[in-house]
């Protein structure tokens, strides 16, 4: 009888020979006598690696700066109307999306170590904004009321503190807290988000106006309006035909980007309009509304209702006729009026620091994490991709500084967005320079163009979100879970079985429609809980042969384990045949103080009943454990001293002849030691 341990070779992809981008300093293969050692030295190595634009800057060009001119022109045309959009996703007024586009992309060109990704605000960091910053109920409500339903000093509060908690993490290297959010949380998470979002926004679709954004209260609440007849047919044909002009754009684009058989020139037009088609459409259903709606325009801005006498009959975008907004610390505490309910007369109400850290709450832990997830494996991806290295440290404090600095132009938390990355990667970008051109163009549109913003249809800025929150539903992510996890028995039935990781994933997916933030922390409780489940019953393979035993743990064994590995040794030497017991702790790499006493007393007591044992095979670090715990008074073989190569999880094999041989003990009940290597071999 024979086990093996199956191996699989993966050739990996050849590498060009010259990179075409470098930001992570790479060390030179010279000796460490050979490096220069001074302080002048460190000092500039040190610069550079949290300054990684010293390392491409030199190596700057004109080639690459017409590059990086064309990827940011494309990438800015295709964040001023997502940027709008995900405001109002978000629940702030529409110019808090232009605020978040320009300062994070022009931190990154100083600290990132990825060409491709550009930060700004995304779907999902925008529902996260709208759940986690709105004022609590306990607040009095303002006179006169927001405008928006998310309060914007609490989300441009969160952009800084988001900052300084992913800086912190960065500079004390505790950015692997982050890897708790587990691949099957955050696709759960995404899958959710997706049906979320695009709930939300069919309000706009409709144009109807709804009292309840939690998802199992909006739904039947916009399911009653629309059969009462409260829908708004000029929004719902402006939104449909938007989402019908997108989706034809995208498959176009789909269809003959890199066909060789049209018109280069035709070629460039369809991959820039479906590229950029967002911009087209919104500029095309400006066009429209402004024809329509150009009398009706400065009713609608007093706040009268659409379709009504005298006002539009879509439903247009709210924005402030206003400039950039200065360069200032966000506010640690304000104040706003409201009704004072004895007599009816103003009072006014101060939030303090203390008051806006517990409204954000729970958000304090989520929106950062997801912000710096979102942004290093979007990087990481690009990186493999595109064939050069991203340091993941490094990134944490690029996306903690993008989101610091941002809040001093009134920005709400941004993180790396994989379309406008695809964007800038397709658009052939050489360096992180491109988020220059793209955060001059917001700045441009943002000082000039927000008086026109106002004939911005909002049903298309609902169809654009829409079709951005169902490409997030992760189908290949659902799969490649289900693919890749353990598989285990339900309810013991072998036939139906249940992927172990998709647990949390399911988990989190359900809960999320609840509540965001419980739905991410059960996710990730449910996978802490597996993963501990997994430590405390490692595996453990068992072999057997006329009284000879071989137990071998195939992974590290800690104070979890310890009574389960002594519940498996007093199994396997129950039977009254069973002469010798062999613990092979091979691939073992490291044993805590409470599993190494749990097996000091469970080998005594099998030595009681008259079972040889030998324990062969430690490295270094476990044999040093098992002797403090006392292994020497004790009459186990300890196999490990006069084997000087044991291994450290390594595919060595080993027989059971190997360990007669090192603990000095024979087998009578074997013919022959070749009976034995054919027995057992690893």
Known sequence: MKYRRE?????????????????????????????????????????????????????????KFVRDVIAGLTVGLTVIPQGL?????????????????FMGVFVYCLLGTSKDITLGPTAIMSMLVAVFCKRPDSWPEQFPPMESTTDPMLAVQLTFLTGVILVTLGLFNLGFVVNFISHAVICGFCSAASFIIAAGQLKKLFGIKLHHREFFHMVPELVQKIFSGHVNWYDFAMGMTCIVVLKSLELV???????????????????????ARNAVVVVFASLIAYLIEKDNVEYWRQGCKPTTENCT???????????????????????????NATDDSLAEHTVTFSDMQSALGTG????????????????????????????????????????????????????????????NSQSNVATPAG???????????ALFLTPIFVYIPSACLGAVIILAAISMFDVDGIKHTWNLSTKVAFFGIQKAQFALDCIPMLLCFIFCFWDIAYGIIIGIIAHICILLFKVSKPEISHHESKGQILLAPRQGMFYPAAEYLADEIEKATAPDDVKAMHLDLGHVSEIDSGTADALKFTLSHVESLGVHVTVENANESVAGSLDNAGFKDLGTTTAYKNNPNSRRASTKSVTLADAVKSADIVINDLETIDETNNLISS
């Open 7 to 63: 191996r699989t070779l993966y050739k990996m992809p050849t590498l060009p020979e010259k990179r075409p981008f470098r930001s992570v300093r790479v060390k030179s293969k010279r000796s460490a006598e050979e490096e220069p050692d001074g302080l002048m030295t460190r000092a500039i190595t040190g610069t550079r690696n949290r300054f990684p634009i010293l390392n491409w800057a030199p190596e700057y060009s004109g080639e």
């Open 85 to 101: 959009a995900y405001a109002v996703l978000a629940g702030l007024p529409t110019q808090y999306g232009l605020y978040s586009s």
């Open 253 to 275: 684009k789909r269809r003959f980007n890199g066909r060789e058989d049209i018109n280069p020139i035709l070629g460039k037009v369809i991959w820039l309009g479906g590229t």
């Open 313 to 339: 009959s879509l439903t247009l975008t709210k924005i402030a006729d206003a400039s950039m907004p200065g360069f200032h610390l966000p506010a640690f505490q304000y104040s706003y009026n409201y009704t």
């Open 364 to 423: 304090l832990f989520i929106i950062p994490l997801m912000a710096y997830l979102e942004s290093i494996s979007i990087a990481k991806g690009f990186a493999v991709k595109n064939n050069y290295k991203v340091d993941a440290t490094q990134e944490l404090l690029a996306i903690g500084s993008a989101n610091a600095l941002s809040a001093f132009v009134m920005s709400y938390p941004v993180t790396g967005s994989f379309s406008r990355t695809a964007v």
């Open 435 to 445: 988020g220059l051109v793209c955060g001059t163009l917001v700045l441009l549109a």
